[in-house]
């Protein structure tokens, strides 16, 4: 699978980003909280919907930028409809998690901070998934995958995969 950028020029529809921010009021001290949301609805954080809460919260763009750049969770780039979290924190590291992240990478065709061209799955490696006892560990879309071998990852990828199945 051959890495992509799936951001699109296609208009955005902001009734999603209207409905989180009417949930909270649009309470402009809610923002991380809106900005989480957000992200959870559209699967990253499209720059029409940071200015569009920009406008609604009466705060300035550069601000919300700001706070969209500053947290590592957050994404302005879309994601897959998975997102893969390979753990290279030091008992990972120890475990082996730099031949694992190499395995998923070659298995994917993507280097981590990218989303295979089918859109299907984006892997990113992380400092830490704080579970050291699972070393190596991975997460798939929050559901922890642990002790990991080759095998592991091939029946995860697996499992997600199916879910996209016609008859799935």
């Not at 649009?26 to 809106?34: E, N, Y």
């Not at 990113?124 to 071998?149: N, R, S, W």
């Amino acid at each position: 699978m051959a890495p992509t950028n799936l951001q699109t020029q296609a208009p955005v529809d902001l009734a999603a980003a209207d409905a989180v921010i009417d949930s909270y009021q649009a309470d402009k001290s809610w923002l991380v909280m809106i900005l989480q949301d957000i992200q959870e609805a559209y699967n990253y954080l499209p720059q029409p919907v940071l200015e569009h809460v920009a406008v609604r919260l009466a705060l300035t763009p550069s601000h919300v930028y700001r706070v969209a750049t500053f947290y590592a969770s957050f994404s302005l780039t879309r994601r897959g409809r998975h997102l893969i979290l390979i753990c290279d924190g030091t008992a990972c590291h120890l475990r082996g998690a730099e031949n694992l992240q190499e395995e998923l990478t070659r298995r994917l065709g993507v280097a981590p901070g990218q989303t295979t061209a089918d859109g299907l799955f984006t892997l990113e490696t992380v400092a830490c998934l704080g579970a050291c006892a699972l070393a190596p560990v991975m997460m798939i879309d929050g559901t922890y995958f642990g002790k990991l071998t080759s095998e592991k990852i091939v029946a995860a990828l697996e499992r997600f995969a199916a879910k996209e199945a016609p008859d799935a």
